[in-house]
């Protein structure tokens, strides 16, 4: 069962438009069967959410992306955990995932303008109690993002695909 639970979720993971038919079809078993696996994976958390990606550069709207490296101070009985949680519900944190390496953890953001992240850095982060050391990289243009090429080839290969 596994084998065939992983082959759908990487099924999803890559176009999450597919359709239980459709993927029903790619796995040989019914579809009933398909949207039982699926809702009973969303239930388990094991799908947690269904995204689009937009190539927002594009689109046209102005942002800033940053990844701020932290050095955290483990904090005793929780680690990290506590500090990352404080750290992801701001809503202009996307992601936050604790590294091996010279920091501890990686926090992907973004903001209007480069001032504004660098205000969240100085005024939110740095300050935590456990934050030891900052280092901030401007995102200066996305060219893959989780499996999906961007910019004018993208299209093209998306529609290349689908055929």
Wanted: aromatic share 8%; charged share 30%; glycine share 8%.
């Amino acid at each position: 069962m596994k084998e065939l639970e992983n082959k759908l979720l990487t099924a999803l993971e890559g176009d999450a438009r597919l359709t239980a038919q459709q993927l029903a079809l790619m796995l040989d078993k019914e579809a009933g069967d398909v949207r039982g696996m699926i809702e009973r994976m969303e239930r388990d958390g094991v799908i947690v959410g269904y995204k689009t990606l937009v190539d927002w550069d594009l689109a046209g709207r102005e942002y800033v992306s940053a990844i701020i490296e932290l050095k955290i101070a483990p904090q005793r009985e929780h680690g990290f955990d506590q500090i990352a949680e404080k750290i992801y519900h701001y809503p202009e944190v996307t992601a936050v995932y604790l590294m091996s390496g010279g920091f501890d953890l990686a926090v992907f953001l973004e903001g209007r303008t480069m001032r504004e992240v660098a205000y969240f850095v100085a005024e939110k982060l740095a300050p935590m109690d456990s934050v030891m050391a900052t280092a901030t990289h401007f995102v200066l243009r996305k060219y893959k993002d989780r499996g999906v090429i961007y910019g004018p080839s993208a299209m093209v290969d998306m529609r290349e695909n689908m055929n």
